[in-house]
Nanobody, 125 residues
Framework: QLHLMESGGGLVQPGGSLRLSCVASGFTMGYTHIGWFRQAPGKEREGIGCIGGDAGSIWYDGSVRGRFTISRDTDKNSVFLQMNNLKPEDTAVYYC??????????????????WGQGTPVTVSS
């Protein structure tokens, strides 16, 4: 059974950094397309970045572009989200997920499945 698990969240001061991990179990992640999402309190879940197949195509939402970096390590069966220069508005629960079909848009969480349980990130002084 395909399963994803996020980790690495925590409390960090504004301007700080965190590295989130998305580890796959039950399948070989390889170059599976993976999306990163977040959901702040009282808000809808939003897509912040996706990594594609072996071409390494990566998309970032404008709110995180230049600060966040997505990468993958196939040996670790993992995808990572490096978050730098964190801001209070980045506070949210962060999730990874896989698209349910080849026709997906990173900005549409409904195009994704196999959600992990999320990892909370709090940016506060």
């Amino acid at each position: 059974q395909l399963h994803l698990m996020e980790s690495g969240g925590g409390l960090v001061q504004p301007g700080g950094s965190l590295r989130l991990s998305c580890v796959a179990s039950g399948f070989t992640m390889g170059y599976t397309h993976i999306g990163w999402f977040r959901q702040a309190p009282g808000k809808e879940r939003e897509g912040i970045g996706c990594i594609g197949g072996d071409a390494g195509s990566i998309w970032y939402d404008g709110s995180v572009r230049g600060r966040f970096t997505i990468s993958r390590d196939t040996d670790k069966n993992s995808v990572f989200l490096q978050m730098n220069n964190l801001k209070p508005e980045d506070t949210a629960v962060y999730y990874c997920a896989t698209p349910t079909s080849d026709d997906y848009a990173c900005i549409r969480p409904t195009d994704f499945g196999s959600w992990g349980q999320g990892t909370p990130v709090t940016v506060s002084s």
